[in-house]
């Protein structure tokens, strides 16, 4: 990168957690430092949910699930209103009229300590090993882009996001989080805006290319449990997982308690709903037209440039210039074939166009082939090297294609979406160790500053964890999937607890407790045992559905249970 970049980066981030240390400097009580003193209107509040949401993961990973995949994973967010209509009528008011500074302060007055416990307890292993998969995805990815070490930028991402954390508590989050969502969404429309511009077809002729590649399709109809994204499972199975986490997961509640009232909290909510579609819609669409663009310009052949560079300085490269030669004859036969296909597009030629289709369909499964083999000879040259590409396509495009300037702002774009996200979810693990846990059962009677400091312990505590713990994972197949995977582990058996909390008055303490941890046992077989199967029996079930089997196992077993009891 160059000069005005790296000044765009570091100057971006150091601002921004400059100002949130500033604006909050001075935290003195427990209800200022985990509640923001409710002093947050409800533009803040939806802006901090949204932010806590879009982590780096969402600016690595989405534009690359649409490179390859298309559009269809928004249909992961169409049940997204429907939670937070639902959250903002049932959740909110009872959170509000009992004053509680975490969600599970709910479950003690409802069930008993040991329930309230389970479930905080739950929460700290999904969000604690959440917080490290946050930290790691984006440091993995920019150190390789920028030729960082892994360790060293896990630490920076990690440190800075302490500092601000710890030392002003959930109303610097939510302050910081403002400017980290203009930084991130002005980034990524301008990215967006840069794409189109660098194309060398009309934007209309992009639209045609992409839909006759079946990238712009939206909606899939077909049900099918275990297609992770479709309607019916955007409408049902994930609205489960947004109950859960936006209703639940004190990473996300801790934001809206920090409201003036309650119609603030409710309205925060409600402008998340309406925004975050449009919001995917733009990033996914980037990732479409980043896409188009590598159909006319040669993309490399595998996105990861210093795996390819490692295999040019290796007694492979032979073997490689040779797929490279291959695979550059198979893009300029496909880009000839495009040129074909938009002249028949604009002719109006069905026929044509479905025969060329067919023979792109062809060339790109050429093209894939070609890429599997030089991934093998990556792995032959180093048996421990990461393969898996698609989280670099974006960032990899943004380096090789925009200029100066932008590709600093790029970077900050994802730093700072590692930063807001981490610093959530480190705010809650430090308020929901300090209150349900410290405050509870450790320590009853002690001063407010007391528990001002210990929050600011937990907080640096679960942030060196959340270090620790990104300097140890692993790449997943795609990272936006392994968030969501790992709350689907655990977010349907809490919600099953609220759940029956709200609505079955009759059911009590010892019959929910035993049908939760029953659900959270059941749910780990099913997931480890999917797509195997046991005792006879076979399974392969998305793992949105997860939540739903959670929720409806914790809800079903609880009434046998205390039916039993009685």
């Known amino acids: 990168m160059s000069g005005i970049d790296w000044f765009i980066l570091f100057g971006t981030l150091a601002s921004i957690a400059a100002y949130g240390i500033y604006k909050t400097q001075g935290q003195k009580n427990l209800e200022s430092y985990l509640r923001g003193g409710n002093s947050m209107n409800w533009w803040t509040i939806g802006l901090s949910i949204m932010a806590t949401q879009a ?8 534009p690359g699930q649409a490179y390859e995949n298309g559009m269809g994973f928004i249909q992961f967010y169409f049940g997204l209103p429907i939670a937070m209509i639902i959250i903002s009528v049932f959740f909110i008011p009872i959170y509000y009229k009992l004053k509680v500074y975490t969600a599970y302060e709910y479950l003690e007055n409802r069930f008993d300590l040991k329930t309230r416990t389970l479930a905080a307890m739950l929460f700290i292993v999904q969000r604690g ?157 980037i990732g479409v037209m ?20 490692k295999l040019e300085q290796s007694d492979y490269a032979d073997e490689f210039q040779l797929l490279q030669d291959k695979y550059t004859a198979n893009f300029e036969t496909s880009k000839g074939q495009y040129m074909e296909l938009l002249s028949a597009v604009e002719n109006e030629d069905e026929s044509q166009i479905a025969s060329i289709q067919s023979g792109l369909k062809g060339l790109k499964s050429e093209q894939s082939e070609i890429r599997e083999e030089v991934k093998s000879l990556i792995i032959q040259n180093d048996p421990l ?12 495009f943004v380096m090789d294609h925009l200029p100066q300037g932008i590709i600093g702002l790029l970077f900050a774009v994802i730093f700072s979406a590692a930063m807001s996200s981490s610093a959530s979810e480190l705010n809650s693990l430090g308020s929901t160790s300090t209150i349900d846990l410290y405050k509870r059962s450790i320590k009853k009677e002690a001063s407010d500053q007391h528990y001002v400091y210990s929050s600011k312990f937990f907080t640096a505590f679960w942030g060196g964890g959340a270090i620790i713990f990104a300097l140890y994972a692993s790449l997943f197949e795609n990272l936006i999937q392994a968030v969501n995977l790992l709350g689907s582990l655990f977010y349907g058996t809490i919600l099953g607890i609220f759940l029956v909390g709200f609505l079955m008055k009759w059911i009590k303490g010892q019959a929910v407790f035993i049908a939760a941890i029953l659900s959270q ?18 399974w392969d079930i998305g793992f949105l559905w997860y939540n739903a089997i959670g929720c409806f196992t914790v809800m079903i077993l609880a009434s046998l249970i205390q039916l039993v009891k009685k």
């Open 55 to 62: 982590s780096a993961i969402t600016f690595l990973s989405t």
């Open 129 to 285: 090993l959440g917080a490290g998969i946050t930290i790691y995805a984006p440091a993995i990815i920019l150190s390789t882009l920028l030729g960082w070490s892994l360790t060293w930028t896990v630490v920076l991402i990690g440190a800075v996001v302490i500092i601000y954390t710890v030392t002003g508590g959930t109303a610097a989050v939510s302050i910081t989080q403002k400017q980290q969502m203009a930084v991130m969404m002005g980034g990524m429309i301008l990215a967006g805006i840069i794409v189109v511009q660098m194309l060398p077809i009309s934007f209309q002729e992009a639209l045609h290319v992409a839909g006759k590649m079946e990238k712009l399709n939206l909606v899939n109809f077909e049900f099918d449990p275990s297609d992770r994204y479709n309607v019916w499972s955007g409408v049902s199975a994930a609205v489960f997982l947004f109950l859960s986490y936006f209703g639940t997961d004190q990473s996300q509640v801790q934001r809206y308690l920090s409201g003036q009232s309650l119609t603030q909290s409710r309205m925060g909510l409600i402008m998340n709903g309406l925004l975050k579609i449009p919001m995917q819609f733009i990033i996914l669409f």
């Open 290 to 309: 980043v896409f188009v663009f590598y159909q006319f310009y040669q993309p490399p052949v595998v996105f990861n440039s210093v795996q390819t560079d």
């Open 385 to 396: 090297a990461e393969t898996r590409d698609t989280d670099y396509v974006f960032m990899r």
């Open 521 to 538: 046992l059941l749910i780990l077989l099913i997931h480890f045992r999917n797509g195997e199967g046991l005792f006879g029996l076979h």
